[in-house]
């Protein structure tokens, strides 16, 4: 199994992630790892903080001559911003007479007392009876997500090396959304060859495929910028590569589309998780909805012999993939820290007050695209660990290429399918 644990604090002095279970022999390419860490960092509308910031990943474990030694794989990201709070966020026991002005003027203008509605602040002030806000905050802040996207980078080195190709896109910001394309162009785009439709995201300033799109996006953003409010979004995941049978229908825990779906949402401020047309599919009858099978003579098709004429289930039928392609949508709410502050209440007295403001992005949808990414290469690399339990990345290659081959061979029709 794959296990990533994250910790480090938003102003903190780094983020450190530790992941057990990597297969030893995996090639590390550091330069892939941190391009996908400076993607995180852009897209537009971003805040003041990714000036300061430049994610490098300090390895500490589990590597070594650029090969994974199987020992769980440890490593850092900086806080460069960490040098401006080093009295705010010092571990060490604090006695405020002891400060000098600037160290007590630092812990004052720091102190946060008014919650965000939307945030964790309240319940998490309540919940670990703390004595400020801050202490919240800091950790269920989005920056923890820079760990996460060095840790998928990782696992999709992992899926690279199986021939899995992944991609994730901006699909809407706020109200401008790629739903409103006409069908022919949201068709090219869905044709599209998964790493060209990478290169076409990334090159936007908001990470979404349509040039014209995305300039709307980008004045959307602006204007939010100007009203001092905050923006959310659509994020679009593709994979094509895997074989059919990853994940389970045989308990829940292990249903692949409950892990991913647990996966994606776990990302700050992620409200609801679609796997293929699933949302519209409630409205529809199953002879509409389902995905007819046919034979397809070639043997071309993604599950070989299997062919399918719509993919609406997005990949994953009972809990398993299907062979198709995995689409998966994940909806974010607007960021709550916003300059136009809503009604709230401040700590400890609990009187009227407005949310608290310092900086704040004001949509991150465009990073939050390369986390959602992040986050299904982590969870389909540990539903490849499970089916294929390998130490090593050579027998985790030579499992799928076998399964693949019976796959190919089993819809073909000519092959006795005993265990
Ligand atoms: C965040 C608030 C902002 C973001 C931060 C997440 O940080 P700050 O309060 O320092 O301006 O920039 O995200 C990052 C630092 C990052 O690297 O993604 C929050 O409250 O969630």
Redesign the pocket.
């Known amino acids: 199994m794959l296990r990533l644990l994250t910790a480090g604090e938003?102003?903190g002095p780094k983020l450190t992630a530790m992941i057990d279970g990597m297969p030893a022999g995996l090639s590390v390419d550091i330069a892939y790892i941190e391009a996908e860490l400076a993607a995180?960092?852009g897209g537009y509308g971003?805040?003041?903080?990714?000036k300061i910031?430049k994610?490098k990943i300090d390895i500490t474990g589990g590597i070594r001559h650029g090969l994974t030694t199987g020992a769980p794989v440890c490593f850092e990201i900086q806080?460069r911003?960490h040098g401006n709070w080093t009295t705010v966020m010092n571990s060490a026991a604090i006695d405020l007479s002891a400060l000098d002005e600037a160290g007590k003027k630092q812990i004052q203008d720091k102190r946060i007392e008014r919650f965000r509605p939307g945030?964790a602040d309240l319940s998490g002030t309540i919940k670990y009876r703390l004595k400020e806000v801050r202490d919240v905050?800091e950790r269920?802040?989005?920056?923890?997500?820079?760990a996460r996207v060095g840790a998928g980078s990782l696992a999709q080195l992992i899926l690279r090396a199986l021939g899995v190709k992944l991609t994730a896109h901006v699909v809407a910001i706020g109200p401008v959304s790629m739903n409103s394309l006409s069908r022919e162009e949201q068709e090219r785009i869905e044709a599209m060859d998964l790493g060209e439709l990478l290169l076409a995201s990334r090159d936007s300033s908001v990470y979404c495929p349509h040039e014209g799109l995305s300039e709307q996006m980008e004045a959307t953003i602006l204007q939010a910028l100007k009203d001092g409010d905050s923006l959310g979004g659509v994020v679009r995941v593709l994979v094509d590569g895997l074989p059919p049978g990853l994940g389970s229908s045989f308990q829940w825990d292990r249903k692949l589309d409950g892990q991913l779906a647990q996966s994606l949402m776990s990302i700050?401020s992620a409200k609801a998780v679609e796997i293929g047309t699933g949302v519209e599919n409630a409205a529809l009858p199953g002879s509409l909805v389902h995905d007819a099978m046919h034979r397809d003579e070639s043997g071309k098709s993604p599950c070989y012999y299997v062919g399918r004429k719509t993919n609406r289930c997005g990949g994953l039928e009972g809990g398993m993939t299907n062979g198709e392609r995995l689409i998966l949508h994940v909806y974010f709410k607007p960021?709550?820290?916003m300059k136009k502050g809503l009604p709230s209440l401040s700590f400890p007295a609990f009187t009227d007050s407005f949310a608290h403001y310092?900086?704040?992005?004001v949509c991150?949808i465009p990073?939050a695209s390369v986390v959602a990414g992040a986050m299904v290469s982590l969870t389909l690399a540990n539903a490849f660990l499970d089916k294929f339990a390998a130490d090593t990345m050579v027998d985790l290659q030579e499992s799928v290429e076998t399964y693949r081959q019976y796959v190919r061979n089993l819809t073909k029709g000519k092959v006795d399918n005993a265990p």
């Open positions: 938003s102003h995180r960092q971003r805040s003041g903080r990714q910031e994610d806080n911003d945030h905050l269920s802040s989005a920056r923890e997500t820079a700050q960021i709550p820290t310092e900086r704040s992005d991150a990073a």
